[in-house]
């Protein structure tokens, strides 16, 4: 085996910063996990008539209807085999936008041989999936932005049209001179314009995963096995 963002992005891999090869690069096969902590300048949403759709994506923590500025926040990475037998990585964000409200974003990704490309699962059931894409940036910075989104429920499950949806744009780089990583995130509708988004710096730690195997709290509660 080897991490699903090295299948996703092949030799393009190499061309990453080489903290991003590090941080993307934990899989199964590596045995470490990378744990990231620091501060979102500003997390912001869009105009009043967004939070209801806000309000909606944070019962399953996929987006909710905060703001802040200076947030403290957590990015939790570990590879594991899921119980469908694929090699998965969590990547669970956690804000503490205030001393008595925590928000997450829950996320597991798969890299998907018959898409050739990273299938994104959101919320803590899995409920919906989107394919990612990558780009290296001549920088060494990766660009990703997310495509169409599946629901899946039971013996249910549809694509979203587009203007019910939102693209997410993510930017992450590492600044040598800080010696930190950035990043920045919005979710975009086509109709409606700016719904989300975020930016800030962290810091990452990359603990052996011999010691320690995936914590209960980032585990999905159901698994989705359509793409």
């Known amino acids: 085996m080897t991490s699903i963002f090295r299948e996703a992005l092949g030799e393009d891999f190499q061309r990453l910063h080489p903290m991003l090869q590090k941080r993307f690069g934990v899989g199964v096969d590596f045995g470490y996990a990378c744990i990231g902590s620091g ?5 912001k949403r869009g105009a009043w008539w967004t939070v209801p759709f806000l309000r909606l994506g944070a019962f399953r923590n ?17 590879p594991y085999i899921d119980g469908l037998g694929r090699e998965t990585v969590t990547f669970v ?21 018959e898409q050739g490309r990273i299938i994104d699962y959101l919320g803590t059931h899995q409920h919906l999936a989107t394919g990612l894409d990558l780009k290296v940036l001549t920088d060494g910075s990766l660009y990703l932005t997310s495509g169409t989104q599946r629901f899946y429920e039971g ?22 001179i800080r010696q930190v990583f950035t990043v920045r995130m919005q979710v975009r509708n086509p109709r409606f314009g700016f719904l ?13 995963m011999t010691s320690t195997g995936l914590p209960d709290h980032l585990r999905p509660i159901r698994e989705e096995s359509r793409q």
């Open 39 to 43: 501060t979102f300048g500003e997390v």
């Open 196 to 208: 989300f988004g975020y930016s800030g710096t962290f810091n990452c730690e990359f603990p052996s």
């Open 62 to 78: 996929i987006l909710f209807p905060d703001r802040g500025t200076n947030v403290p926040f957590t990015i939790e990475n570990y």
């Open 155 to 176: 013996i249910f499950g549809f694509t979203f049209p587009a203007s019910l949806t939102g693209t997410a744009e993510l930017h992450e780089a590492y600044d040598e």
């Open 93 to 113: 964000r956690t804000l503490r936008m205030s001393p008595r409200r925590i928000r997450r974003f829950d996320a597991t990704m798969i890299y998907s041989p």
